[in-house]
C-alpha cells in the first residue's frame, strides 16, 4: 500500500482514504524545496503522499487555494519542471559571480562604470581648455567670465532644454541620446581643425576695436565676447557638456536600467572613479600642453596642443556612444538580467511667489537657503579674480593649459582624499562641524588670495627671500582655495545639505527643496557674475575692484557660518528625534514579525515554526530593508 503523509496535528486525513495517482501541481515548483533542504515531518522525495484530504482550512499549508487564503511564507524556484511521476526536485543553480558581484549586474554596471570615466575625462579636458581659450585670447581677459556666464551661458542653456523637452516628446530614448550626443562630438572636432584655425578670418576683430574705442575700457568684458565669438561657443558647450551629457543622459540611463539595490552599493563607487578620471585627464592636459617645447620655432604650439585634445575628447565621445549601443542591444533588451522602472516622483512646480513664501515661512529653510547662495556667490568672486592673475602669470595659452592640467590633477586627489576623511568627520564630530569646514577653508584661503594682492609691495621683500613673486604666490595660493573648497564642497557640504533636508516633514521637505531649485541655486551660481559685472562697469576693472570683493566675500562667509550654526542648533535635535524613533521602530520589528506568524500560522509545532518561521523572518526583514533601501536611492538620485 502507498504511503499517506504523517500529519502530526498539521493534516486531518479521511477514515477511510482512497489511494490515486500523485501528480504535483505546478505551484508546488515554487513551494516545496529540494531534496537537499528535507521537507518537515518526513516529508521528502521518498515519502509521497498518495491521498489529501482537508478538514481545517485554516490548517492548509499545502493547497491554500483551495481556502482562498495566502500563506506568508518561504518561497523556494526549481530551475526545472518537476516531472509527472513526480520524481527529483531539482536545485535552482545560484547566478554566477565574479569577485562576489552577480555577473549580470557586472553586464550593466562596468559598462555604466565605462562611459561615466570617459564622460568625465572629457568634461576635465573641456573645462581646462575653455578658460585658456576665453581668459589668454587677443583682447581679452578674465573679465570677460561673468559677462559670459550671465548673457550666453544661461540663455543657451535654457534654450537647450527646451530643445531637449520638445525632442523628447517625438524621439525614442536611444535616438534621443545620439541627437543630443553627437552635435557635441561633431562641433569640439570641427572646433579644433577648422573655426580655430579660420579664427583670425571669422572674427570681427575690428568692428570689437571701435566698439571699445566707443564704449570705453570699462566694456572690455561685454566686447570680447563679440570679438572672439568661437572661443565663447566652445566655453558654452564645454559647460553644456557637464549638465547636459553627465546629468541627462548618463544619469537618465543609469536610473534606467540599475535596480535600487545596485544603484545604493555602486553609484558611490562611480563619485570615486569621477575623481580618477579627473587625475588622469589632468595629466593628458599637461602632457599635451608641453609638447610645445619640443616643436621648432615658428610652430602654433596650441594649436597642435588643442588638435590633440579634442581628437581624444572625439574617440571618447564615440566610445560613449559605441557603449550605450552595446549595452542597449545586449543587456537593456536581454530579460534575465533585473531593471527596475523608476517612476519620477511630480515635484511642485512652485512660482517665485510661492518659493519666497516657503523661504520666508520657515527660518530652518532660510538657513539652507543661505548656505546655498553663499557657497555659489564665494566660490565665483574668488575663482574669477584668480583666472585674472593667473593669465598675468601665463600669459601663453600652453604655459596656462599645463599649469590647469596640474590643478586638475591636485583637484581630484585632494577630492579623493577628502571623500574618504569626510565620512569619518561627520560620524567623530558631528553635522555642525562638517558643514561649517567649507566656508572656513573659503574663508581662511579667501584671505590669504585678496591679502597678497592687497598688499603686494609690502610683501615683495618677504616672498622674494623664497624665491617667489607676489603674483606668483597670490597664483598658488588661489589655485589652492580653489582645490581645498571644491574638495571640502564634493565631500562635506553637499553630503550636509541633503541630510538637512532629512529631518524636515514630508510637505516642506518637498516644497523647501523646490523652493530653493526655484530661487536660490540661480541666484547662487549667477549672483557672484552679476556682482563683479557691476563692480567692473563701476571701478573700470577687475583689478580695481579688487578690494570691495575682498569686503564682499568677508561678509558672505561670515552669513554663511552664522546659518551653519544656526541650522545646528535646529537640526541636530531634530535629527536625534529621528534616530529615536528609527531605533523604537527597529526594536519593535521583531515582535511585530512574531505576531504576523502566529497570526498566519495559529498552532503550529515548534518544527514547523523552525522550518517555515525563520524566511518568513528574513522575508519581512528583506522587505522592510529594500524599503529602506528605495528611499535611500531616491535621496541619492536626487543629490546626484
Same mark, same amino acid.
Given at each position: /500500500?502507498?504511503?499517506?503523509?504523517?500529519?502530526?496535528?498539521?493534516?486531518?486525513?479521511?477514515?477511510?482514504?482512497?489511494?490515486?495517482?500523485?501528480?504535483?501541481?505546478?505551484?508546488?515548483?515554487?513551494?516545496?524545496?529540494?531534496?537537499?533542504?528535507?521537507?518537515?515531518?518526513?516529508?521528502?522525495?521518498?515519502?509521497?503522499?498518495?491521498?489529501?484530504?482537508?478538514?481545517?482550512?485554516?490548517?492548509?499549508?499545502?493547497?491554500?487555494?483551495?481556502?482562498?487564503?495566502?500563506?506568508?511564507?518561504?518561497?523556494?524556484?526549481?530551475?526545472?519542471?518537476?516531472?509527472? $511521476?513526480?520524481?527529483?526536485? &531539482?536545485?535552482?543553480?545560484?547566478?554566477?559571480?565574479?569577485?562576489?558581484?552577480?555577473?549580470?549586474?557586472?553586464?550593466?554596471?562596468?559598462?555604466?562604470?565605462?562611459?561615466?570615466?570617459?564622460?568625465?575625462?572629457?568634461?576635465?579636458?573641456?573645462?581646462?581648455?575653455?578658460? &585658456?581659450?576665453?581668459?589668454?585670447? +587677443?583682447?581679452?581677459?578674465?573679465?570677460?567670465?561673468?559677462?559670459?556666464?550671465?548673457?550666453?551661458?544661461?540663455?543657451?542653456?535654457?534654450? =537647450?532644454?527646451?530643445?531637449?523637452?520638445?525632442?523628447?516628446?517625438?524621439?525614442?530614448?536611444?535616438?534621443?541620446?545620439?541627437?543630443?550626443?553627437?552635435?557635441?562630438?561633431? =562641433?569640439?572636432?570641427?572646433?579644433?581643425?577648422?573655426?580655430?584655425?579660420?579664427?583670425?578670418?571669422?572674427?570681427?576683430?575690428?568692428? #570689437?576695436?571701435?566698439?571699445? #574705442?566707443?564704449? @570705453?575700457?570699462?566694456?572690455?568684458?561685454?566686447?570680447?565676447?563679440?570679438?572672439?565669438?568661437?572661443?565663447?561657443?566652445?566655453?558654452?558647450?564645454?559647460?553644456?557638456?557637464?549638465?547636459?551629457?553627465?546629468?541627462?543622459?548618463?544619469?537618465?540611463?543609469?536610473?534606467?536600467?540599475?535596480?535600487?539595490?545596485?544603484?545604493?552599493?555602486?553609484?558611490?563607487?562611480?563619485?570615486?572613479?569621477? %575623481?580618477?578620471?579627473?587625475?588622469?585627464?589632468?595629466?593628458?592636459?599637461?602632457?599635451?600642453?608641453?609638447?610645445?617645447?619640443?616643436?621648432?620655432?615658428?610652430?602654433?604650439?596650441?594649436?597642435?596642443?588643442?588638435?590633440?585634445?579634442?581628437?581624444?575628447? &572625439?574617440?571618447?565621445?564615440?566610445?560613449?556612444?559605441?557603449?550605450?549601443? *552595446?549595452?542597449?542591444? =545586449?543587456?537593456?533588451?536581454?530579460?534575465?538580467?533585473?531593471?527596475?522602472?523608476?517612476?519620477?516622483?511630480?515635484?511642485?512646480?512652485?512660482? /517665485?511667489?510661492?518659493?519666497?513664501?516657503?523661504?520666508?515661512?520657515?527660518?530652518?529653510?532660510?538657513?539652507?537657503?543661505?548656505?546655498?547662495?553663499?557657497?555659489?556667490?564665494?566660490? %565665483?568672486?574668488?575663482?574669477?579674480?584668480?583666472?585674472?592673475?593667473?593669465?598675468?602669470?601665463?600669459?601663453?595659452?600652453?604655459?596656462?593649459?599645463?599649469?590647469?592640467? $596640474?590643478?586638475?590633477?591636485?583637484?581630484?586627489?585632494?577630492?579623493?582624499?577628502?571623500?574618504?576623511?569626510?565620512?569619518?568627520?561627520?560620524?567623530?564630530?558631528?553635522? @555642525?562641524?562638517?558643514?561649517?569646514?567649507?566656508?572656513?577653508?573659503?574663508?581662511?584661503?579667501?584671505?590669504?588670495?585678496?591679502?597678497?594682492?592687497?598688499?603686494?609691495?609690502?610683501?615683495?621683500?618677504?616672498?622674494?627671500?623664497?624665491?617667489?613673486?607676489?603674483?606668483?604666490?597670490?597664483?598658488?595660493?588661489?589655485?589652492?582655495? %580653489?582645490?581645498?573648497?571644491?574638495?571640502?564642497?564634493?565631500?562635506?557640504?553637499?553630503?550636509?545639505?541633503?541630510?538637512?533636508?532629512?529631518? /524636515? $516633514?514630508?510637505?516642506?521637505?518637498?516644497?523647501?527643496?523646490?523652493?530653493?531649485?526655484?530661487?536660490?541655486?540661480?541666484?547662487?551660481?549667477? *549672483?557672484?557674475?552679476?556682482?563683479?559685472?557691476?563692480?567692473?562697469?563701476?571701478?573700470?576693472?577687475?583689478?580695481?575692484s579688487t578690494p570691495y570683493l575682498g569686503g564682499i566675500l568677508l561678509v558672505i562667509v561670515?552669513?554663511?557660518?552664522?546659518?551653519?550654526?544656526?541650522? $545646528?542648533?535646529?537640526?541636530?535635535?531634530?535629527?536625534?528625534?529621528?534616530?529615536?524613533?528609527? +531605533?523604537?521602530? +527597529?526594536?519593535?520589528?521583531?515582535?511585530?514579525?512574531?505576531?504576523?506568524?502566529?497570526?498566519?500560522?495559529?498552532?503550529?509545532?515548534?518544527?514547523?515554526?523552525?522550518?517555515?518561521?525563520?524566511?518568513?523572518?528574513?522575508?519581512?526583514?528583506?522587505?522592510?530593508?529594500?524599503?529602506?533601501?528605495?528611499?535611500?536611492?531616491?535621496?541619492?538620485?536626487?543629490?546626484?
Amino acid at each position: /500500500m502507498e504511503r499517506v503523509i504523517s500529519t502530526k496535528a498539521l493534516l486531518s486525513l479521511p477514515s477511510k482514504p482512497h489511494p490515486r495517482a500523485f501528480h504535483p501541481l505546478p505551484s508546488l515548483r515554487s513551494r516545496f524545496p529540494s531534496p537537499t533542504l528535507r521537507a518537515p515531518h518526513g516529508f521528502g522525495s521518498q515519502d509521497r503522499p498518495t491521498s489529501i484530504s482537508v478538514a481545517n482550512p485554516q490548517r492548509l499549508l499545502l493547497y491554500p487555494s483551495a481556502t482562498g487564503r495566502q500563506r506568508k511564507g518561504p518561497i523556494f524556484r526549481a530551475s526545472a519542471a518537476i516531472p509527472a $511521476d513526480g520524481a527529483g526536485l &531539482v536545485d535552482e543553480k545560484a547566478s554566477p559571480k565574479f569577485l562576489g558581484v552577480e555577473l549580470s549586474t557586472l553586464k550593466k554596471i562596468v559598462p555604466l562604470g565605462i562611459m561615466f570615466f570617459c564622460i568625465l575625462f572629457n568634461y576635465t579636458i573641456l573645462r581646462d581648455t575653455k578658460d &585658456v581659450l576665453v581668459v589668454t585670447a +587677443k583682447g581679452s581677459s578674465a573679465e570677460i567670465i561673468p559677462f559670459l556666464k550671465t548673457w550666453v551661458n544661461l540663455p543657451m542653456a535654457i534654450g =537647450f532644454m527646451l530643445l531637449y523637452t520638445k525632442l523628447s516628446n517625438v524621439l525614442s530614448k536611444e535616438a534621443l541620446f545620439y541627437t543630443v550626443i553627437m552635435p557635441f562630438i561633431a =562641433f569640439f572636432g570641427a572646433f579644433a581643425f577648422l573655426l580655430y584655425p579660420m579664427r583670425d578670418a571669422i572674427h570681427p576683430t575690428a568692428l #570689437a576695436d571701435r566698439l571699445l #574705442a566707443a564704449l @570705453g575700457p570699462s566694456f572690455l568684458g561685454p566686447v570680447a565676447i563679440l570679438r572672439i565669438w568661437s572661443f565663447c561657443l566652445f566655453y558654452v558647450m564645454a559647460e553644456l557638456w557637464g549638465s547636459v551629457v553627465i546629468s541627462v543622459l548618463f544619469w537618465g540611463f543609469a536610473n534606467q536600467i540599475t535596480t535600487l539595490e545596485e544603484a545604493k552599493e555602486f553609484y558611490p563607487l562611480f563619485g570615486l572613479g569621477a %575623481n580618477i578620471a579627473l587625475i588622469f585627464s589632468g595629466r593628458t592636459v599637461k602632457f599635451f600642453s608641453n609638447m610645445r617645447k619640443n616643436l621648432g620655432p615658428g610652430v602654433d604650439g596650441w594649436a597642435i596642443s588643442l588638435k590633440g585634445m579634442m581628437s581624444i575628447v &572625439v574617440l571618447l565621445g564615440l566610445v560613449i556612444c559605441g557603449i550605450y549601443w *552595446g549595452v542597449n542591444k =545586449f543587456v537593456v533588451n536581454d530579460p534575465s538580467i533585473p531593471r527596475t522602472e523608476r517612476k519620477k516622483k511630480e515635484k511642485p512646480k512652485l512660482g /517665485m511667489n510661492e518659493s519666497l513664501k516657503v523661504l520666508l515661512s520657515s527660518r530652518y529653510v532660510r538657513d539652507l537657503a543661505t548656505l546655498v547662495v553663499a557657497y555659489g556667490i564665494s566660490i %565665483n568672486l574668488v575663482e574669477v579674480t584668480w583666472k585674472s592673475k593667473l593669465k598675468a602669470q601665463f600669459p601663453s595659452p600652453n604655459e596656462y593649459s599645463s599649469f590647469m592640467g $596640474d590643478f586638475s590633477t591636485a583637484t581630484g586627489i585632494a577630492t579623493f582624499t577628502m571623500m574618504l576623511v569626510g565620512r569619518w568627520i561627520l560620524r567623530k564630530f558631528g553635522w @555642525g562641524v562638517a558643514a561649517m569646514i567649507t566656508p572656513t577653508v573659503l574663508l581662511l584661503t579667501g584671505v590669504g588670495f585678496f591679502s597678497l594682492i592687497l598688499f603686494s609691495e609690502p610683501l615683495a621683500p618677504l616672498l622674494g627671500s623664497f624665491g617667489m613673486t607676489p603674483l606668483l604666490a597670490a597664483v598658488f595660493v588661489g589655485a589652492l582655495q %580653489n582645490i581645498f573648497s571644491k574638495s571640502a564642497k564634493y565631500s562635506l557640504f553637499d553630503p550636509c545639505k541633503e541630510m538637512a533636508y532629512i529631518p /524636515m $516633514d514630508e510637505e516642506m521637505k518637498v516644497k523647501g527643496k523646490a523652493a530653493i531649485d526655484v530661487v536660490c541655486n540661480p541666484l547662487g551660481k549667477s *549672483g557672484g557674475a552679476l556682482i563683479q559685472q557691476f563692480m567692473i562697469l563701476t571701478f573700470g576693472s577687475l583689478a580695481n575692484s579688487t578690494p570691495y570683493l575682498g569686503g564682499i566675500l568677508l561678509v558672505i562667509v561670515l552669513a554663511w557660518l552664522g546659518a551653519a550654526r544656526s541650522l $545646528d542648533s535646529q537640526f541636530s535635535p531634530l535629527a536625534k528625534q529621528q534616530f529615536e524613533k528609527e +531605533k523604537m521602530l +527597529k526594536a519593535s520589528e521583531p515582535s511585530v514579525i512574531e505576531q504576523k506568524e502566529n497570526g498566519s500560522l495559529h498552532e503550529s509545532t515548534a518544527s514547523e515554526n523552525s522550518s517555515n518561521g525563520s524566511p518568513a523572518k528574513e522575508e519581512l526583514a528583506t522587505e522592510s530593508e529594500a524599503s529602506a533601501g528605495t528611499s535611500h536611492g531616491q535621496q541619492s538620485y536626487t543629490s546626484r
